[in-house]
């Protein structure tokens, strides 16, 4: 039989909330503070907390989260509800009251938590990821759905008929988004296209690291250039009598492009004197081909022993930007 003291029913003013417990409960773990409290028998008892004017106990901790502490020393088992998030504060205060077995069920709750499997129906698409992969950045919107341990935590997506969370946007995207929050790098397929899809996507999210990589990588998009070269030389300034010399020069993807074609190298077309194109048409396909205008340069000069003598070349540099 416990004796009459263990039975004993104590009243706790516990930050302003009361509760009631047996002493036996109160002092279950003989290393903590509040067998230190309320425990009779050890010698090493310290000053118990001071009483209210209704002669509770006062204990100057949070008082919801005590309630926890307080189902723990009954249960010995950590019961929280379904969608706490309290982690921080029940962790401080299983610290303060130094209840060791509460420390450890807490970190291995928190743990298993973390690396709980949660299944997603973004847009239709559907995709499995833990939860400390969503949660990765604090400052974004995943976090903000997904954590248990921010207080101002947005309300978790609704879930479909097969409790997969459902988010409203773009769901083939959503495997690029996901792939960085795994690896915190972007990693995309050759070609990729949709960059004004995937930054409002990053927006959306809220992921500041993603938003500037994208930024970056955009910047960095290498441009493909094609050169016009014209090179004329004579014995005089008249069209008909001068010798002249067509060149194009760039990947031999656009170059095969054009309707102009030559016996030269894989990377430029060439021709002279007999006129294979003109320069009109060539721009126009040089545009078409989704090519703008950067630069031209022209440049001439008179031979000083013979001043009827003509040379000069005009130079056009073509750009074509590969990530749209």
């Not at 604090?138 to 097969?162: E, G, H, R, T």
């Amino acid at each position: 039989m416990a004796p009459p003291s263990a039975t004993e029913v104590l009243h706790l003013n516990v930050g302003g909330h009361f509760y009631t417990a047996t002493r036996a409960t109160l002092t279950r773990y003989p290393d903590s503070m509040l067998y230190s409290m309320f425990n009779k028998k050890g010698k090493t008892v310290v000053q118990p907390p001071p009483q209210d004017d209704n002669n509770r106990y006062c204990i100057d901790g949070d008082g919801p989260t005590f309630r926890h502490i307080l189902n723990f020393l009954r249960l010995s088992k950590l019961i929280l509800p379904k969608d706490f998030n309290d982690w921080d504060m029940l962790t401080a205060e299983a610290l303060f009251y130094e209840i060791p077995k509460l420390i450890q069920l807490i970190v291995e709750k928190r743990e298993k938590d973390s690396s709980e499997l949660l299944n997603l129906n973004v847009g239709g698409h559907f995709y499995t990821a833990n939860r400390s992969t969503l949660t990765r950045y604090p400052k974004s919107m995943l976090y903000s759905m997904f954590s248990k341990k921010d207080k101002i935590a947005v309300q978790p997506p609704p879930q479909d008929d097969n409790n997969r969370y459902y988010i409203d946007r773009d769901g083939p995207t959503f495997r690029y988004v996901l792939n960085f929050l795994r690896q915190s790098k972007l990693i995309l397929p050759d070609g990729f296209k949709d960059w004004d899809l995937l930054a409002a996507e990053a927006e959306f999210y809220k992921i500041e690291d993603l938003i500037k990589c994208i930024g970056k990588r955009r910047k960095a998009k290498k441009k493909s250039m094609l050169e016009v070269q014209y090179v004329y030389t004579g014995q005089s300034v008249e069209k008909d009598k001068l010798n002249y010399r067509w060149k194009v020069t760039g990947q031999a993807k656009f170059l095969d492009q054009l309707s102009i074609k030559g016996d030269d190298s894989k990377t430029s077309i060439s021709w002279k004197n007999k006129e294979k194109i003109s320069r009109a048409r060539l721009f126009k396909e040089i545009y078409e081909i989704g090519f703008t205008l950067m630069s031209t340069v022209s440049t001439s000069s008179c031979n000083k022993k013979s001043r009827d003598r003509f040379d000069g070349k005009d130079r056009w540099i073509f750009i074509k930007d590969d990530s749209n």
